[in-house]
């Protein structure tokens, strides 16, 4: 796990909040308003460890802003979880919705712990619990879950049936991300990834770069990183590498194959954390590099799909110069500090906001889909994720060229400009 001591994520989120709402000329009141969550809580959570142990987690929530909608954010299992991660997470997630124009607002919430540690009945009783704290400040109507980092439809599905077990009715609506014979969507798993790669080959279209002609390295295998690879794959792109944590030496490492990444091998050899085996990887002839070689392969696009804060002042010089794209599939993966070196470098980034927004989108469609008790193929979910994100690319591409700013002020523009008006229109500020 990489943080720097002095790096604070919300901090940044804020600094990017600050340079667009002056782009947008935004007015003091609305500006405090805005760099304010509108509700947050800290909950001690106990449980009991299977040989009857009480053990005392800390978990978060912070429901950003509610002006478009009810909020709705991604709950995540992580043992280096911050409020202030949170806080960003929540904030990035009402501009997310914004700029989809779904009728949502913004939160996040996490547990700190590492499920490695963890039996399966031990996560149970961590789901049912943290459900217990929260069960009276969210639902359906004012604060939806959904998955994030290391929470699976099985997590999801615990806390759906502990809330509907508090509240003594079935409450689908409450949670997103449920298996499919649940109530869940076809397709959540691969939407954000899926969404990303659709944007990928929009902007590829736009530089008149064919994709079978590209190469790409990645950071992350989980859920965003193997369905974005497997979509990229499909497209007829060449991954040449990709970087994955290793629980059990507590370090990451970067599989390499000069000739491209074989991906259903990959899968095959990977847990349901994300991690390729070591081992295998290399009796398969991956070269086993150290974590950080993913930024230095000889690529057209790099994709960090794995956590926040990956690019930074430390390593922008490993970025191999042949990088024309970085696709932020994770959330906040650049320290916004580099932004400007990579725009000099002439390097599009395609902000997290937009980029991995299938994820909410696909959420979305839950919800639509739970509410009319009818439910559509994958083909028809992932088709209409397409639409949606790609309908987003191009008002962000768009405004981006009029008004001659790069695609993450863009995103943020339209973003806060809605959230803002919608504030407004409200009368709250
Ligand atoms: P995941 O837990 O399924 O996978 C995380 C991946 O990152 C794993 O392959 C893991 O090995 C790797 N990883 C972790 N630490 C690493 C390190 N230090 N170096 C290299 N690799 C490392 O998580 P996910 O759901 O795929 O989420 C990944 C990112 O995408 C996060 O930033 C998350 O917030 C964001 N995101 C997730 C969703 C979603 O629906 N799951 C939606 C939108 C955005």
């Known amino acids: 796990m990489t943080y720097l001591p002095t790096y604070n994520i919300f901090d940044m989120a804020l600094k990017q909040f600050e340079r667009c709402a002056t782009l947008l000329e935004l007015d003091q009141p609305t500006r405090d308003f805005l760099k304010t969550p509108l509700r947050e809580y800290h909950f001690s959570l106990p449980i009991f ?26 709950v995540r299992f992580h043992p280096s979880e911050t409020i202030d991660t949170i806080r960003a997470l929540a904030m990035w997630m009402t501009w997310k919705c914004a700029i989809n124009n779904l009728p949502l607002g913004g939160s996040s ?39 994030d980092m290391m929470t699976s439809p099985q997590h999801m599905l615990w806390m759906l049936d502990e809330y509907e077990i508090i509240h003594n009715k079935k409450v689908p609506g409450f949670i997103t991300g449920k298996p499919i014979n649940q109530g869940g969507s076809k397709g959540r798993k691969e939407a954000p990834g899926y969404g990303a790669m659709v944007i990928v080959s929009e902007v590829l279209k736009d530089l008149g770069i064919e994709i079978s002609k590209t ?3 990645f950071q992350g295998f989980g859920m965003v ?3 974005a690879a497997q979509l990229y794959c499909q ?5 040449s590498s990709i970087a994955c944590w290793n629980h059990s030496d507590r370090s990451a490492y970067t599989f390499f194959k000069k000739d491209g990444i074989n991906f259903e091998q990959l899968i095959s050899i990977t847990n349901q954390f994300g991690e390729i085996d070591k081992e295998k990887a290399i009796s398969l002839g991956y070269e086993c590099l150290p974590g950080d070689d993913w930024l230095s392969q000889d690529v057209d696009i790099l994709v960090p799909a794995a956590l926040e804060n990956q690019i930074r002042q430390d390593n922008f010089d490993k970025i191999n110069p042949r990088v024309k794209v970085i696709i932020e599939a994770a959330n906040g993966p650049i320290d916004l500090e580099i932004d400007s070196q990579l725009k000099e470098r002439g390097i599009i980034v395609v902000p997290d906001i937009l980029a991995n927004s299938g994820g909410v989108i696909c959420s ?8 009319m008790n009818y439910f559509w193929s994958k083909e028809e979910v992932l088709s209409k994720i397409a639409t949606q994100i790609t309908s987003a690319y191009m008002d962000v591409s768009n405004f981006a060229q009029t008004y001659q ?25």
Request: charged share 20%.
């Open 49 to 74: 460890m299977d040989n009857g142990e009480p053990v005392i987690l800390k978990s978060f929530m912070v429901q950003y802003n509610d002006a478009r909608g009810p909020t709705k954010g991604g």
């Open 109 to 147: 919430s996490g547990v700190v712990f590492d499920p490695h540690l963890f039996t399966a009945a031990e996560q149970e009783r961590i789901c049912r619990g943290f459900v217990r704290k929260i069960a009276h400040f969210s639902g359906p109507q004012w604060d939806v879950l959904g998955p």
């Open 215 to 217: 190469r790409a390295s």
């Open 225 to 227: 990183g193997q369905h």
């Open 235 to 239: 497209m007829g792109g060449t991954i």
């Open 364 to 371: 979305y469609f839950e919800q639509v889909q739970g509410n």
């Open 405 to 429: 700013v790069s695609l993450r002020d863009s995103s943020y523009m339209l973003a806060i400009d809605r959230v803002a008006r919608a504030s407004h229109e409200r009368s709250w500020i």
